[in-house]
C-alpha cells in the first residue's frame, strides 16, 4: 500500500470496518474467522487494482472496485451496518414471530386453516365419534402412537408459522419431518 493516497487508505478502512459490521450482524458468520475474511477482502482490494493498472491509487480508483463488492458504498445513500460497541447492548438471539407482509396474508391465513385447523379438528372428531373405523374396516388411527404421529401435524405446522423455520434447533426438525412424512402416508 506505499502507492496509496492517505484518502484511499482511510476509505479502505472504513469499508472493512462497515464490512466487519455486516459480517457481525450476520446470523449466519458465526462460524467464520472474521478477521481471516477481512484481509481476504484487503487482499482482493489490492489484487483487483493491481490488475486494473493503477500504480498510484486514488479513492476513485478505489471506489470502482469497492462498488463490485458491496454496491452502494460510498454514495449518500449508503447503509450503514450496526456496529455493535463495547456500551451497547447485545444483539438478540431470538428474532420472534414472522412478520407477515399484507399481499401474503391470504396464504398465511391458509396455512393456518389447512395446516393446523383441519388436521386438528380432523383428529378430534375421529378421536371423539370414529366415523371412519365404523365405515370401513381399516381404522386410521388403531393406537396411541398414531395419535401422537397425527397430532404432530398440526402441532409442528403451528410452531412452524410461529417462528422463524431457521431458528428451531434439531429435535425440533426431527419433529417437522416426522409431521411431513406422517402427513404423506396419511394423504396416499
Not at 146 to 175: K, Q, T, W, Y
Request: charged residues 25%.
Amino acid at each position: 500500500m506505499n502507492n496509496w493516497s492517505d484518502e484511499a487508505r482511510n476509505e479502505l478502512e472504513r469499508f472493512l470496518i462497515a464490512e466487519r459490521g455486516w459480517l457481525a450482524q450476520d446470523p449466519d458468520s458465526d462460524d467464520v474467522d472474521h478477521e481471516e475474511v477481512i484481509a481476504d477482502l484487503r487482499a482482493h482490494v489490492r489484487e483487483e487494482l493491481r490488475m486494473r493498472g493503477h500504480l498510484h491509487v486514488e479513492p476513485k480508483h478505489l471506489h470502482k472496485v469497492l462498488q463490485l463488492l458491496r454496491p452502494g458504498f460510498g454514495t449518500p445513500d449508503e447503509v450503514e451496518p450496526f456496529v455493535a460497541s463495547p456500551t451497547s447492548a447485545p444483539r438478540p438471539t431470538h428474532r420472534g414471530p414472522i412478520k407477515v407482509k399484507p399481499e401474503s396474508r391470504w396464504f398465511f391465513s391458509a396455512s393456518w386453516a389447512f395446516g393446523v385447523i383441519l388436521p386438528a379438528l380432523a383428529l378430534f372428531l375421529e378421536l371423539g365419534s370414529h366415523p371412519l373405523k365404523d365405515g370401513i374396516s381399516l381404522d386410521p388411527i388403531p393406537g396411541p402412537i398414531n395419535v401422537f404421529l397425527i397430532a404432530l401435524v398440526p402441532i409442528m405446522n403451528m410452531v412452524m408459522l410461529l417462528r422463524d423455520c431457521r431458528e428451531l434447533g434439531r429435535i425440533s426438525m426431527g419433529f417437522a419431518g416426522a409431521a411431513l412424512t406422517t402427513t404423506i402416508l396419511y394423504s396416499v
